[in-house]
C-alpha cells in the first residue's frame, strides 16, 4: 500500500468478503465501499433502478443494509485504530489483519423519503470506539444524504466477532 | 376472494407494488409475502446462497428488510382490520383500497447467527395499532426465527402514507 487508499472492505480476508452487503467476492451483492475521512468514514452508493419502495424513491431495507456494512466497515477500521494503524490508508503490523465485527444491533429513522436515482454518501462517525479494556463493542453513528440532504439517520453496535465465528 | 387467502403484498394496489422487498411486481426484489395468522401475522422466506454474511450465515441486511416489510405488511393489515376488514382474507369495503403505510423507523437485535439455508418465519405481533383517533402510526414487532430458534427480532414504526406520496 503506497499512498493508493484502499476500502475497508477491500481489505477483509477472503472469508468474510462475501457479504451480500459489502463483500467484494460476492458478485449480486451490493459491494458497498467505505474509506476514512479524517475521523469520519464515508460510502457512496448509487442505487440500481430496482432498489425501489415507492417508484422514484430508495428502498428502506436498502438503506438499512448500508447503514449496517458501513457501521461494521466502520467499526474494523475503528478496531485497527485502536490498534495502532489506518485500515485502508496504512500497511498492516505483520501478521494482522485487523479485527472482524458483525451487526449485535441496527436502528434506522426515515426522516424523508429518499430520490432514487442520485448517487448516496454514507457517513459514519464513532460514538463508541471500544477502547475500554475487555471492550468488544464499536458503536457508529451513520446518515445517509442525497444531494446534500440527510434522508436517513442511524446506529449500529458491532461486535467483535469470535475466532471460531468466520473460519478462516 | 372466496376462502382464498392472499398475501398483504398481493393486494397492494399496482403502484405500490414495486418494492424491492416485498413488491410483487419487483422481478428482481425478495417478494416477501404476509399473511393473519391469528392476531398476528407470518411470513415464510427462504434466503438465496448470495444472501451472506460470513458464509453459512444470512446477511444482516436482509434480515432488516424482512423485518421492515413484514412490518409494513401488518401495518396495511392493521389499518384495514381497524377498518372493519381482514387484509388478505375479505373483501375490501367497495372503493377502499386499504391504508398504506411507510416505515418511519427500524431496529433490529440480532441475537444469534442465523444459519443459510432453511426457510425462515418471520412473524409479527401489534404494539400499537394506532387506534386512537388521529394516529397515523401503526407499531409492529417481528421476529425471524428458523428451525424454531429465534435468532432476531425487530420493532417497526409505521407511519399512514399521505395521498401525495405514491403517486397512482
Avoid at 466497515?73 to 458483525?102: F, I, N, Q, S
Wanted: glycine share 14%; proline share 7%; with cysteine.
Amino acid at each position: 500500500m503506497t499512498g493508493e487508499r484502499s476500502a475497508f472492505q477491500d481489505l477483509y480476508p477472503d472469508d468474510v468478503a462475501h457479504c451480500y452487503g459489502c463483500g467484494r467476492l460476492n458478485e449480486r451483492g451490493h459491494q458497498l465501499r467505505s474509506f476514512w475521512e479524517g475521523d469520519e468514514t464515508v460510502a457512496h452508493f448509487t442505487p440500481k433502478p430496482w432498489h425501489t419502495a415507492i417508484p422514484g424513491y430508495v428502498y428502506g431495507g436498502l438503506i438499512a443494509s448500508l447503514v449496517d456494512c458501513h457501521g461494521t466497515g466502520t467499526a474494523a477500521a475503528v478496531g485497527a485504530r485502536t490498534a495502532g494503524w489506518r485500515l485502508g490508508e496504512e500497511a498492516p503490523p505483520e501478521g494482522d489483519e485487523g479485527p472482524r465485527y458483525v451487526t449485535a444491533s441496527l436502528e434506522v429513522r426515515y426522516l424523508k423519503p429518499t430520490p432514487l436515482g442520485p448517487e448516496l454518501i454514507v457517513r459514519g462517525v464513532v460514538e463508541d470506539a471500544g477502547e475500554e479494556r475487555g471492550s468488544r463493542k464499536v458503536v457508529t453513528r451513520v446518515t445517509v444524504e442525497v444531494d446534500g440532504v440527510v434522508t436517513a439517520e442511524g446506529r449500529v453496535v458491532a461486535v467483535r466477532m469470535p475466532e471460531s465465528f468466520g473460519g478462516g
